[in-house]
Protein backbone atom coordinates (compact mmCIF):
# COMPACT_ATOMS: atom_id res chain seq x y z
CA UNK A 1 0.00 0.00 0.00
CA UNK A 2 1.29 3.88 -0.39
CA UNK A 3 -0.23 7.11 0.51
CA UNK A 4 -0.63 9.81 -1.78
CA UNK A 5 -1.76 13.41 -0.94
CA UNK A 6 -3.54 15.49 -3.68
CA UNK A 7 -6.07 18.37 -3.82
CA UNK A 8 -5.98 18.22 -0.44
CA UNK A 9 -7.50 14.77 -0.23
CA UNK A 10 -5.14 11.70 1.88
CA UNK A 11 -5.32 8.18 -0.44
CA UNK A 12 -4.17 5.24 0.91
CA UNK A 13 -4.10 2.63 -2.55
CA UNK A 14 -2.57 -0.74 -3.53
CA UNK A 15 0.64 0.26 -5.78
CA UNK A 16 -0.14 -3.10 -7.42
CA UNK A 17 -3.09 -1.93 -9.14
CA UNK A 18 -1.91 1.62 -10.53
CA UNK A 19 0.12 1.88 -13.60
CA UNK A 20 3.00 3.95 -13.14
CA UNK A 21 1.46 6.68 -15.43
CA UNK A 22 -1.38 6.80 -12.02
CA UNK A 23 1.23 7.07 -9.96
CA UNK A 24 3.57 9.55 -11.08
CA UNK A 25 0.12 11.79 -11.82
CA UNK A 26 -0.83 10.85 -7.78
CA UNK A 27 2.75 12.07 -6.89
CA UNK A 28 3.09 14.86 -9.45
CA UNK A 29 -0.03 16.71 -8.47
CA UNK A 30 -1.87 15.92 -12.02
CA UNK A 31 -3.93 13.08 -11.60
CA UNK A 32 -7.81 13.60 -13.08
CA UNK A 33 -6.37 17.81 -12.88
CA UNK A 34 -8.70 18.94 -15.32
CA UNK A 35 -11.82 17.25 -14.33
CA UNK A 36 -11.07 18.44 -10.51
CA UNK A 37 -10.89 22.43 -12.04
CA UNK A 38 -14.09 22.10 -14.00
CA UNK A 39 -15.21 20.08 -11.04
CA UNK A 40 -14.21 23.24 -8.90
CA UNK A 41 -15.46 26.16 -11.25
CA UNK A 42 -18.80 25.30 -11.79
CA UNK A 43 -20.25 23.40 -9.14
CA UNK A 44 -21.96 25.63 -6.79
CA UNK A 45 -23.72 24.22 -2.70
CA UNK A 46 -27.06 23.12 -3.55
CA UNK A 47 -26.04 20.76 -6.43
CA UNK A 48 -26.54 17.08 -6.15
CA UNK A 49 -24.07 14.82 -8.30
CA UNK A 50 -24.45 11.53 -10.42
CA UNK A 51 -21.19 10.58 -11.44
CA UNK A 52 -20.64 7.32 -13.94
CA UNK A 53 -16.98 5.52 -13.32
CA UNK A 54 -15.36 6.48 -9.89
CA UNK A 55 -11.77 5.40 -10.58
CA UNK A 56 -10.28 6.14 -7.45
CA UNK A 57 -12.95 8.56 -5.93
CA UNK A 58 -10.79 12.05 -6.50
CA UNK A 59 -13.80 13.22 -8.89
CA UNK A 60 -16.03 12.08 -6.62
CA UNK A 61 -14.49 13.99 -2.99
CA UNK A 62 -13.65 17.36 -5.08
CA UNK A 63 -16.78 17.02 -5.82
CA UNK A 64 -18.30 16.29 -2.21
CA UNK A 65 -15.82 19.02 -0.71
CA UNK A 66 -18.12 21.45 -2.67
CA UNK A 67 -21.64 20.19 -2.09
CA UNK A 68 -21.28 17.89 0.68
CA UNK A 69 -20.83 14.29 0.82
CA UNK A 70 -24.64 13.56 0.78
CA UNK A 71 -25.10 15.21 -2.03
CA UNK A 72 -23.04 12.90 -3.99
CA UNK A 73 -23.77 9.25 -5.52
CA UNK A 74 -21.18 7.55 -7.37
CA UNK A 75 -21.14 4.21 -9.60
CA UNK A 76 -17.75 2.47 -10.20
CA UNK A 77 -18.12 -0.86 -12.48
CA UNK A 78 -14.63 -3.01 -11.27
CA UNK A 79 -15.87 -4.25 -8.36
CA UNK A 80 -12.00 -4.66 -7.72
CA UNK A 81 -11.79 -0.96 -6.67
CA UNK A 82 -14.94 -0.40 -4.49
CA UNK A 83 -12.64 -1.22 -1.05
CA UNK A 84 -10.36 1.18 -1.69
CA UNK A 85 -13.17 3.85 -3.02
CA UNK A 86 -15.03 3.17 0.14
CA UNK A 87 -12.29 3.21 2.45
CA UNK A 88 -10.80 6.64 1.20
CA UNK A 89 -13.81 8.77 1.24
CA UNK A 90 -14.35 7.53 4.86
CA UNK A 91 -10.49 7.84 5.36
CA UNK A 92 -11.03 11.78 4.00
CA UNK A 93 -14.58 12.21 6.27
CA UNK A 94 -16.41 11.87 2.74
CA UNK A 95 -19.49 9.23 3.26
CA UNK A 96 -19.79 9.13 0.00
CA UNK A 97 -22.52 6.43 -1.54
CA UNK A 98 -20.48 4.14 -3.66
CA UNK A 99 -22.11 1.17 -5.70
CA UNK A 100 -20.74 -1.19 -7.78
CA UNK A 101 -23.13 -1.04 -10.63
CA UNK A 102 -23.09 0.11 -14.55
CA UNK A 103 -25.74 2.95 -15.47
CA UNK A 104 -27.33 2.63 -18.99
CA UNK A 105 -30.20 4.27 -20.81
CA UNK A 106 -33.70 3.07 -18.74
CA UNK A 107 -34.55 1.52 -22.05
CA UNK A 108 -30.99 -0.88 -22.62
CA UNK A 109 -31.35 -1.44 -18.45
CA UNK A 110 -34.51 -3.23 -18.89
CA UNK A 111 -33.13 -5.20 -21.53
CA UNK A 112 -30.05 -5.70 -20.01
CA UNK A 113 -29.73 -8.13 -16.79
CA UNK A 114 -25.97 -7.24 -16.74
CA UNK A 115 -22.74 -6.35 -19.06
CA UNK A 116 -19.16 -7.83 -19.80
CA UNK A 117 -16.61 -5.53 -18.38
CA UNK A 118 -13.04 -5.79 -19.58
CA UNK A 119 -10.83 -5.71 -17.27
CA UNK A 120 -7.80 -7.03 -18.28
CA UNK A 121 -5.43 -4.14 -18.77
CA UNK A 122 -5.04 -0.98 -16.70
CA UNK A 123 -8.07 0.04 -14.41
CA UNK A 124 -8.33 3.78 -15.86
CA UNK A 125 -9.36 1.95 -19.30
CA UNK A 126 -11.78 -0.76 -18.40
CA UNK A 127 -14.39 -0.58 -20.62
CA UNK A 128 -17.84 -2.31 -21.31
CA UNK A 129 -18.29 -4.83 -23.98
CA UNK A 130 -20.29 -6.64 -26.21
CA UNK A 131 -20.84 -9.78 -26.10
CA UNK A 132 -19.96 -11.07 -29.20
CA UNK A 133 -16.04 -9.34 -28.70
CA UNK A 134 -16.05 -11.42 -24.97
CA UNK A 135 -13.94 -14.41 -26.67
CA UNK A 136 -10.49 -14.42 -24.88
CA UNK A 137 -11.02 -11.39 -22.91
CA UNK A 138 -10.52 -11.51 -18.80
CA UNK A 139 -14.31 -10.41 -17.99
CA UNK A 140 -16.42 -9.37 -15.16
CA UNK A 141 -20.34 -9.71 -14.90
CA UNK A 142 -21.39 -6.29 -13.36
CA UNK A 143 -25.23 -5.72 -12.27
CA UNK A 144 -26.59 -2.66 -14.73
CA UNK A 145 -29.48 0.29 -13.61
CA UNK A 146 -31.30 2.70 -15.18
CA UNK A 147 -29.76 6.16 -15.23
CA UNK A 148 -32.96 7.86 -15.11
CA UNK A 149 -34.33 6.20 -12.66
CA UNK A 150 -30.77 7.02 -10.54
CA UNK A 151 -31.17 10.72 -11.48
CA UNK A 152 -34.40 11.02 -10.26
CA UNK A 153 -34.19 9.19 -6.68
CA UNK A 154 -31.11 11.27 -5.88
CA UNK A 155 -32.62 14.60 -7.12
CA UNK A 156 -29.55 14.65 -9.22
CA UNK A 157 -28.84 18.05 -11.79
CA UNK A 158 -25.15 17.26 -11.95
CA UNK A 159 -23.98 14.40 -14.16
CA UNK A 160 -20.42 13.55 -14.31
CA UNK A 161 -18.95 10.51 -16.66
CA UNK A 162 -15.87 8.98 -17.54
CA UNK A 163 -16.96 5.85 -18.71
CA UNK A 164 -14.68 4.59 -21.77
CA UNK A 165 -16.92 5.30 -24.63
CA UNK A 166 -20.63 4.47 -23.10
CA UNK A 167 -20.84 8.13 -22.73
CA UNK A 168 -22.22 7.94 -25.90
CA UNK A 169 -24.69 5.49 -25.25
CA UNK A 170 -26.29 7.41 -22.87
CA UNK A 171 -25.91 10.97 -24.48
CA UNK A 172 -28.27 9.12 -27.64
CA UNK A 173 -30.69 7.68 -25.15
CA UNK A 174 -31.03 8.60 -21.90
CA UNK A 175 -33.76 11.50 -20.86
CA UNK A 176 -31.66 13.56 -19.14
CA UNK A 177 -34.48 16.39 -18.42
CA UNK A 178 -33.26 16.59 -15.15
CA UNK A 179 -29.63 17.49 -15.74
CA UNK A 180 -28.71 20.84 -15.69
CA UNK A 181 -24.63 20.29 -15.90
CA UNK A 182 -22.84 17.73 -17.60
CA UNK A 183 -19.01 17.08 -16.97
CA UNK A 184 -17.51 13.95 -19.30
CA UNK A 185 -14.35 13.11 -21.10
CA UNK A 186 -15.04 12.37 -24.80
CA UNK A 187 -13.16 8.39 -25.58
CA UNK A 188 -12.84 8.97 -29.52
CA UNK A 189 -10.96 6.23 -29.67
CA UNK A 190 -13.51 4.01 -28.36
CA UNK A 191 -16.90 5.57 -29.39
CA UNK A 192 -15.15 7.01 -32.58
CA UNK A 193 -15.31 11.23 -33.45
CA UNK A 194 -18.31 10.99 -35.80
CA UNK A 195 -20.78 9.63 -33.06
CA UNK A 196 -19.29 11.23 -30.06
CA UNK A 197 -19.33 14.75 -32.43
CA UNK A 198 -23.14 13.96 -33.16
CA UNK A 199 -24.60 13.17 -29.86
CA UNK A 200 -22.42 16.53 -28.42
CA UNK A 201 -24.34 18.61 -30.85
CA UNK A 202 -27.71 16.44 -30.38
CA UNK A 203 -27.56 18.02 -26.20
CA UNK A 204 -26.86 21.58 -28.19
CA UNK A 205 -30.05 20.90 -29.91
CA UNK A 206 -32.01 20.34 -26.56
CA UNK A 207 -30.70 23.26 -24.62
CA UNK A 208 -27.06 22.33 -23.22
CA UNK A 209 -24.24 25.13 -24.04
CA UNK A 210 -20.64 23.69 -24.64
CA UNK A 211 -18.01 25.74 -22.25
CA UNK A 212 -15.48 26.12 -24.72
CA UNK A 213 -13.47 28.28 -21.64
CA UNK A 214 -13.65 25.51 -19.26
CA UNK A 215 -12.94 22.66 -21.73
CA UNK A 216 -9.58 21.06 -21.68
CA UNK A 217 -8.01 17.99 -22.84
CA UNK A 218 -10.92 16.06 -23.87
CA UNK A 219 -12.86 17.20 -21.00
CA UNK A 220 -16.07 19.43 -21.33
CA UNK A 221 -18.61 21.17 -19.60
CA UNK A 222 -22.12 21.55 -20.81
CA UNK A 223 -24.74 23.67 -18.80
CA UNK A 224 -28.16 24.40 -19.33
Known amino acids: MAEYRIYGLELDLDDGLL ?30 VLELGAGLGVTAMAAAGIVGAEAVRTYEANLTL ?33 VLLDVGGDFWSSSVIARADAEGRKLMKVPTGGIEDELARHGANV ?32 AGRDRTDDAIFSLVRKGFRIDFERARRGVILMTR
Open 159 to 190: LIMDIEGLEVDIIERAQLDLVRKLIFEIHYGK
Open 19 to 48: PEIVKKGLSKGWYERDEVEIIQSSLEPGDR
Open 82 to 114: IPSLRANTKRNGLDIVVENKVLLPGIDARREQG
